[in-house]
């Protein structure tokens, strides 16, 4: 059985006595400690202010480790995002990951359309890129578009979940991002598609209306090149598509027809090959796994991070009659990681047990999770029996400053300790509330770290 510390807690303050023997001189001594503390903004260093008159108070900190095992998810709808992810990874822990990008297209059948004496001017694909997260973004990328050689249905489509399309792509372009991450890029389009697609845009019946267009072209796949090691985010709507532009004898300027994804169903793939790797142990979804020294999450793949937490418990059932002051979560610091890629920025603490899944609550079935500090951490229901609260999830921080995450989570640890809650394994996913959608399912961003980089920190008063 693990000890209440695992025996690795770093005392790091002393009883007051082992400051001075005189109890003022002892607060205005920790006050001033304290205060220095809180001069960071780093929630991880916010101390506590203790004037004289508190000196029948002692105070402790002590730092303990957590145990943490890697979940792959099971499969999770990946329909209609609004953003593809398109990428072609290899990493020593994750393996090779792949991402393509499946979306229907888009007709106004009440758009004018080119008459059959009409010439082909130009004709592009373009393509909203909204991020870029990748190495070496000052060589070229490529980007590919097929025809889908079925249709996408009007049904959900998971992670795992792919498409037939043509073995040559229909559009075709190498780009170079270095430092701009956000923009549209035009491809140049197969010659061959070109002249047909426009054919059958003046003449044919394909382009009657939306459901015989589809049935003409069912809709694209979008991939990155296999060894770009480069992943982006393609923003679905009137700047994803193709721009055809034509004109007539005598004209001086060309006219435009645009086919694009607006109001489109989509859904993002991934393909990933762990062989070799530490990851290569992860087999089943839903199980928990050692990845020997190591620990990692990648997003859209679905694999996260599960904490056990029992030591908190442990802890806990040492200390009578404490007031809790401070207790910050924190990971870290992850491991170096390449530039041009960037981790997770926020994670969501959820809590889990044995099933490895994300807990619901009994009375709507919200997911629960460890809430802000200084929020309502329990309900009243109708019966006035406590429920975990659920409105205000902690928000589990990126700091760049030392590449850790942080969080405070005094409130969660209190609660916990006066048995309003009942104390849960965490799985830590990569999403925030404050963004709207799901950030887990919306690019490959991912971290590593050492898998005994997980800590929790706690400062604790008592009376004399």
């Known amino acids: 059985m693990k000890s209440a510390l695992k025996q690795k807690s770093k005392l790091t303050m002393s009883y007051l006595k082992n400051i001075t023997s005189s109890p003022v001189k002892w607060a205005i001594g920790l006050s001033i400690s304290f205060l220095l503390l809180i001069s960071c903004s780093d929630p991880s260093t916010v101390g506590l202010q203790l004037a004289p008159e508190n000196n029948q108070i002692g105070v402790f900190f002590e730092e303990f480790e957590l145990e943490g095992e890697v979940v792959l998810l099971d499969s999770f709808n990946t329909t209609n995002q609004s953003v593809l992810v398109v990428g072609n990874e290899v990493d020593p822990y994750f393996g090779r990951t792949e991402g393509t990008g499946y979306t229907r297209l888009f007709i106004d059948a009440f758009d004018e359309r080119p008459r059959g004496d009409a010439s082909l001017d130009s004709i592009f694909f373009t393509l909203d890129v909204v991020s870029v997260n990748g190495t070496d973004l000052d060589e070229p990328k490529s980007f590919s578009v097929y025809r889908l050689e079925e249709p996408i249905l009007d049904t959900l489509y998971y992670n795992f979940s792919s498409l037939t399309f043509s073995e040559d792509p229909i559009a075709f372009e190498e780009v170079v991002f270095e430092d701009v991450k956000d923009t549209t890029m035009r491809l140049s389009v197969d010659k061959d598609f070109a002249n047909d697609l426009f054919d059958k845009l003046r003449r044919g019946e394909e382009f009657e209306d939306l459901f015989s267009f589809r049935e003409y072209l069912p809709g694209i796949a979008i991939q990155i090149g296999e060894d770009d090691n480069t992943t982006a985010g393609i923003n679905l709507g009137f700047e994803t598509g193709f721009e055809i532009f034509y004109s007539y004898l005598n004209d001086t300027v060309s006219s435009e027809y645009s086919i694009s994804t607006a109001s489109s169903r989509s859904f993002n793939g991934v393909v990933n090959d762990p062989t070799g790797t530490p990851t290569a142990v992860v087999q089943e979804p839903g199980v928990a796994y050692k990845t020997g020294n190591k620990l990692g999450m990648k997003s859209n793949l679905g694999m996260v991070i599960k904490v056990d937490t029992s030591p908190i418990d442990e802890f806990l059932d040492t200390l009578p009659g404490v007031s809790f002051q401070q207790a910050n979560f924190e990971l870290g610091e992850i491991d170096e990681f390449p530039e041009g890629q960037n981790p997770l920025a926020n994670m ?106 997980i800590r929790l920190r706690i400062i604790y008063s008592k009376a004399n």
């Open 348 to 453: 969501v603490v959820y809590f889990t047990d044995e099933t490895n899944t994300i807990l619901t609550r009994t009375l709507d079935g919200q997911p629960l999770s460890v809430q802000q500090d200084g929020q309502p951490q329990v309900v009243v229901d109708e019966d006035g029996n406590l429920e975990p609260a659920t409105s205000a999830p902690a928000v589990f921080t990126y700091f760049d400053s030392d590449d850790r995450y942080r969080v405070q989570i005094t409130s969660h640890v209190n609660a916990i300790y006066r048995e309003q809650l009942l104390r849960k394994d965490w799985l830590l996913y990569g999403n925030s509330p404050d963004t709207g959608g799901d950030d887990f399912k919306r690019s490959f961003r991912q971290f590593v770290l050492d898998n005994d980089k």
